[in-house]
């Protein structure tokens, strides 16, 4: 059932944004993060990402979420991505909390060179912009996988061509 019409400039939206929720995704997950969702949690010294987000993997969802809803006014995306937007940002908010309480007195220590949101910690002086190798592994991945999604795997994967969309 359809809620807008769909419109090539939304599909653009979707286009940009895609990439940098699958770059956020991808290094959210192969970084070292202790306070939020990572294969490498641990009590290893944050990952490059955390500097720009403390969470990368859920804003990577949030992205995607965003885009996708903006481009897909039905009600089966909506309810797909509206349920990942609403976990993204519940995920944030219990995650925030849960550290909070588990470091206690060094919570303010572990977050002051990192941001719920992307690049504030930058733009506040409280964190240097840096890339390491998992930003790296990123870049490349979310870059060949949006080549591939936008050359046919998209449309091979959901019935549905964003290039075909963006230019109609």
Do not use: C
Not at 10 to 20: D, F, K, M, N
Not at 74 to 83: E, P
């Amino acid at each position: 059932m359809e809620l807008w019409a769909p419109a090539a400039w939304r599909a653009w939206i979707a286009i940009y944004l895609v990439p940098i929720a699958l770059f956020f995704l991808v290094a959210g997950l192969i970084s070292p993060n202790p306070l939020s969702i990572s294969f490498r949690r641990g009590d290893q010294d944050a990952g490059a990402i955390v500097a720009i987000t403390r969470h990368p993997v859920l804003w990577g969802f949030l992205l995607w979420t965003f885009g996708h809803l903006i481009a897909n006014g039905d009600v089966r995306s909506v309810m797909l991505f509206g349920a990942l937007g609403i976990f993204s940002i519940v995920g944030m908010a219990m995650t925030e909390r849960r550290n909070r309480r588990r470091l206690g007195s060094a919570w303010s220590t572990a977050t002051l060179s990192s941001s719920v949101f992307p690049f504030a910690a930058m733009i506040w002086g409280r964190a240097p912009f840096k890339i390491d190798r998992p930003m790296i592994i990123a870049m490349i991945v979310a870059a060949l996988t949006t080549f591939w999604l936008l050359a046919g795997g998209h449309a091979e994967l959901f019935g549905a061509d964003p290039l075909a969309a963006a230019t109609s």
